[in-house]
């Protein structure tokens, strides 16, 4: 039985009860999150606002706006002002900064020096001895490149060689193939020429050309293909239902 016909507030009578029978039983106790309040405190009306002290708010927040952002404004204007704000905060000190004594301070140009005697004294001591020990090696090196490139040579040759063999084998294997099969097909003729009839070969033939060419059920229709000669109608579109090519079929089929 449809329940269409009731109306709204008996689905939710039963959905408040659910669990429950009318014949007695236990009462759920499952709440939905749905029936659960949402708006737990009253909505208090705003406070007038005060027109004339928000104003001067508003003022004084742009004061102190414009009070911070002025010296930055000026140490833009003024490089040397700036230079001078960048080396405190590096120094983390408010008073001036001696720049000559941070440089002599920080100098690297005895550690560069120092550098430079090490580097020539290095360049004394390995010069000498270093040139007999690369003409060694140079020799060692070039004479393993000659009996790499031998080894390599041998290796190629012997690479062609065995080319050369495999080709011969598969054309002497190929060319007795052949004369295989060209005996076995002479073999065959002269068998057939001995043996066989001319007659029966014919009749053969004959029926395997009509095995070849075989024919409908229908072909001996006699109305059969009387309409391939006929000029096909074209298609044409005309957009009214009473004119048409369809409607003119339709009442000679139906009407006439």
């Known amino acids: 039985m ?27 106790t499952q709440k939905s999150s749905l029936d659960a309040p949402g708006q737990l405190t009253l909505k208090s009306r705003a406070q007038p606002i005060d027109k004339k002290r ?31 704000a960048a080396q405190r905060l590096l120094t983390h000190n408010t008073q001036d900064v001696n720049v000559e004594k941070l440089q ?22 390995g010069g000498g001895g270093g040139s007999d020990s690369d003409s060694s090696d140079l020799d060692d090196d070039s004479s393993d490149d000659d009996d ?11 690479l ?3 080319l050369a063999k495999i080709r011969a084998e598969r054309d002497a294997a190929r060319r007795q193939e052949e004369e295989k099969a060209q005996a076995a097909e002479e073999a065959e003729q002269e068998e057939s020429a001995l043996l066989g009839n001319p007659l029966l070969a014919a009749a053969a033939a004959a029926d395997t050309n009509s095995q070849k060419r075989r024919r409908r059920w229908n072909d ?10 006929e000029p096909k109608p074209k298609k044409r579109f005309i957009n009214d239902t009473i004119r048409n090519d369809f409607h003119k079929r339709f009442l000679n089929k139906f009407i006439r």
């Not at 008996?10 to 009318?22: C, F, L, Q, T």
């Not at 004084?60 to 911070?68: D, N, P």
């Not at 005895?110 to 090490?118: H, I, P």
């Not at 001996?220 to 000669?229: E, K, S």
């Open 2 to 28: 449809t329940t269409a016909h009731r109306p709204t507030w008996k689905a939710a009578v039963g959905r408040a009860n659910e669990g429950g029978w009318s014949a007695g039983g236990a009462v759920s």
């Open 160 to 162: 062609q060689a065995e």
């Open 104 to 125: 002599e301070k920080y100098n690297d140009s005895d550690v560069d020096n120092d550098d430079d005697e090490e580097d020539e004294k290095d360049d004394d001591d």
């Open 220 to 229: 001996d229709a006699v109305f059969r293909n009387q309409a391939q000669n």
């Open 148 to 158: 790499d490139s031998d080894d390599d040579d041998d290796d190629e040759e012997a």
């Open 54 to 84: 928000a104003l001067k708010e508003s003022l004084l927040a742009l004061q102190r706006a414009e009070a911070k952002a002025l010296p930055q404004q000026r140490r833009r204007l003024d490089p040397a002002l700036e230079q001078r």
